[in-house]
């Protein structure tokens, strides 16, 4: 398997992508939120999880996102939001502990607010 690495030296999104699946909610927005969390240096791979639904009501709605705290090897959750509907990405880090999860995890949320 190659890599694919752009001009600037980093991973291109869609190579950070992976899992049993590649279905993300939100559409357009979600994609648009993943490609650029996956841009970050410290970031390996997404691994999109099960889709859930919270109850009945209208599947539109404002998409939200927030990085959850880090496990013990610095690995994060991308919670994902769009209506009635949830899902949890994997977030796999190159950094190895619980701390340097955490600093990671401040600055893609900050990336986050930003958008």
């Known amino acids: 398997m190659t890599d694919t690495i752009n001009s600037k030296g980093v991973h291109k ?3 950070k992508l992976g899992g049993s699946h590649t279905t993300i ?3 357009r927005a979600g994609k648009k939120i993943v490609s650029m969390l996956s841009q970050h240096p ?13 109850g009945k009501g209208n599947s539109g709605g404002k998409l939200t996102a927030k ?20 899902q949890e990405l994997r977030i796999v880090t190159n950094v190895g502990s619980f701390e340097e999860g955490e ?13």
């Not at 410290?42 to 919270?54: D, G, M, N, T």
């Not at 959850?68 to 090897?73: L, T």
């Not at 600093?103 to 958008?115: F, P, Q, T």
């Open 25 to 27: 909610i939100g559409g």
């Open 67 to 86: 990085i959850q705290r880090p496990d013990d090897r610095g690995n994060l959750r991308l919670l994902l939001s769009h209506g009635t509907s949830f």
């Open 42 to 54: 410290s970031v390996k791979k997404v691994i999109p999880s099960v889709i859930a639904v919270k």
């Open 13 to 15: 999104p869609e190579c």
């Open 103 to 115: 600093d990671i995890m401040k600055e893609l949320n900050s990336l986050l607010s930003d958008i």
